[in-house]
């Protein structure tokens, strides 16, 4: 599978960005999906994840309350919603995918990754 993320841009603190990750292939239903980060001079980090149906999700304690994550299945679509956005959630966020995979944190669980969409969130 082939995923290609979106949506992301400069936004000020407080405000509210959604992310896209398309992916390309049959069976997206089939796939574990996650979001993961990465801030200039730090490593990549766990966002959120959900499951193949989604009705399992996940979310690092940085985010909980403010991002959502969710997917339509029918488009081979998963989404971020970013509320309250902060400037340490400025990054590159990627989308992640796993052949049977749930809401996994770890970035070791993921087989596929999207080349990411840089989110800039200005104080």
């Known amino acids: 599978v082939q995923l290609q993320a979106s949506g992301g841009g400069l936004v000020q603190a407080g405000g509210s960005l959604r992310l896209s990750c398309a992916a390309s292939?049959?069976?997206?239903?089939?796939?574990?999906m996650g979001w993961f980060r990465q801030a200039p001079g730090k490593e990549r980090e766990f966002v959120a994840a959900?499951?193949?149906?989604?009705?399992?999700?996940n979310y690092a304690d940085s985010v909980k309350g403010r991002f959502a994550i969710s997917r339509d299945n029918a488009k081979n679509t998963v989404y971020l919603q970013m509320n309250s956005l902060k400037p340490e959630d400025t990054a590159v966020y990627h989308c992640?995918?796993?052949?049977?995979?749930?809401?996994?944190?770890?970035?070791?669980?993921?087989?596929?990754w999207g080349q990411g969409t840089l989110v800039t969130v200005s104080s």
């Open positions: 959900i499951s193949l149906t989604g009705g399992t999700t």
């Open positions: 292939g049959r069976a997206f239903a089939n796939y574990g």
């Open positions: 992640a995918a796993k052949r049977f995979g749930s809401a996994y944190e770890s970035p070791n669980s993921y087989t596929y």
